[in-house]
């Protein structure tokens, strides 16, 4: 069973840029979806991107919100065991607690498609 430990959070200004770290342990060969969600204090979690591997090619699929698409990326590697989030041009609205969650299938954009979670790491886009 993996296990994800989360971090790189912090508070940052309109525009600015955050990575976000998953940091993951256990048997990551059987997890072959890693995603972010996201939960601002009173709203639903919601997804942000997510990387779907190939573990015969090697290749990694990421697909993303489209509230986050141009400004937020996940490289296409695995070769760590660690999944970056890299936050770019950052708004007020990004403002939430971040979560990264691992599936042992071919996860989709829902929750409860994933059972392993993160404890999330907070990130505050504030002037």
């Known amino acids: 069973q993996v296990q994800l430990v989360e971090s790189g959070g912090g508070l940052v200004q309109p525009g600015g840029s955050l990575r976000l770290s998953c940091a993951a342990s256990?048997?990551?060969?059987?997890?072959?979806?890693i995603v972010w969600f996201r939960q601002a204090p009173g709203k639903d979690r919601y997804f942000v991107a997510r990387?779907?591997?190939?573990?015969?090619?090697?290749?990694?699929?990421?697909y993303y919100t489209d509230s986050v698409k141009g400004r937020f990326t996940i490289p296409r590697d695995n070769a760590d065991d660690t999944v970056y989030l890299q936050m770019n041009s950052l708004k007020p609205e990004d403002t939430a607690v971040y979560y990264c969650a691992a599936s042992t299938t071919d996860g989709g954009s829902s929750w409860n498609d994933y059972d392993v979670w993160g404890q999330g790491t907070q990130v505050t886009v504030s002037s």
């Open positions: 256990g048997r990551t060969f059987s997890t072959p979806t």
């Open positions: 990387i779907n591997w190939s573990w015969i090619s090697n290749v990694g699929r990421t």
